[in-house]
């Protein structure tokens, strides 16, 4: 896509982290670090690093970091004001330690940076900077819910699966045969309308088949392949039907049946 149908100026570039438990605000916005002389010294986190880059920053499965407690010195920033970090340095400067007090703060150009003199350091984050986060809506709270205060400082975009069509179209680009690509269609249309899922589990079963099953000039579903086929679904979306909501889960099991065989579906409804 072009930048600017996406609200950019440039071709962007990015950094993604997948968020952990145990971070703290050390890990994005950087904190003082015992060097081999025992000084303490400022050491940039994960953001401040993008925005020297000039790189969009992206938070695979936020919830799974304490976000309230962890962007809690930033929260006026993402608010669109600038904010005080503090210094670089712990020291004197009479012993030749500089402290530079560093600021955080937007500005008109759309590059970000970093602009740096003997007495400070400011990060100048541009119009094209952009914080990202994604989460799987169904887990949101089972790990760190967000506040109100941080979830006001997002535009949050709901991201529904891909229709049928497309999802086929990938599994061709994929190299999945036909036989076994309308037959994966068929199970990720019947999900779309019981079990909002997106497609990836459905594509590491094409992935899965085609690694396994021996090649074959027979235009029609295999055996084997369909053997495979069974498998893969057990293992990539067997504990996902325990979502199912109960009272469509008899017409779910019959029409998974005439996709897959009765013998599966006795199976999967035992999840």
């Known amino acids: ?23 703290t605000a050390r890990t994005l916005i950087g904190g003082y670090y015992p060097q081999k ?29 304490d976000l309230d407690r962890v962007l809690g010195p930033i929260l006026t920033f993402l608010a ?23 600021t955080l703060m937007w500005v008109k150009g759309d590059k970000s940076e970093v602009k740096e003199d003997e ?16 989460y799987n809506n169904i887990d949101r709270g089972r790990v760190f819910p967000m506040g109100s205060a941080l979830l006001r400082r997002w535009a949050v975009v709901p991201v529904p699966p891909i229709d ?14 036909e036989a076994v690509a309308e037959l994966l269609k068929s199970a990720y249309e019947l999900h779309l309308d019981a079990l909002s899922i997106g497609p990836a589990p459905f594509l590491d079963m094409g992935k899965y088949v085609s690694d396994e099953a021996k090649i074959t000039t027979d235009p029609g579903l295999t ?38 065989g009765p013998n599966l579906a006795n199976e999967a409804a035992s999840f």
């Open 80 to 102: 669109g004001q600038s904010v005080d970090l503090g210094v670089t340095h712990l020291g004197d400067e009479s012993e030749g330690e500089p402290v530079k007090q560093m």
């Open 37 to 65: 002389d025992g000084r303490l010294v400022f050491k940039e986190g994960f953001l401040l690093q993008a925005i020297r880059n000039n790189q969009i920053f992206w938070l695979e499965e936020m919830n799974r970091a």
């Open 223 to 260: 055996i084997e392949e369909r053997e495979l086929l069974e498998d893969a679904y057990v293992l990539y979306m067997g504990q996902q039907l325990a979502r199912l909501d109960p009272d469509k889960r008899e017409d779910f099991f019959k029409a998974l049946g005439g996709i897959f």
């Open 1 to 23: 896509a072009a930048p600017a149908s996406i609200g950019l100026k440039n071709a962007p570039t990015y950094v993604c982290y997948t968020a952990e438990i145990d971070w």
């Open 164 to 177: 049928a069509s497309t999802f086929r179209d990938l599994l061709d680009k994929m190299n999945v045969r």
């Open 119 to 134: 007495k400070q350091r400011i990060y100048c984050v541009g119009t094209d900077w952009r914080m990202l986060g994604t």
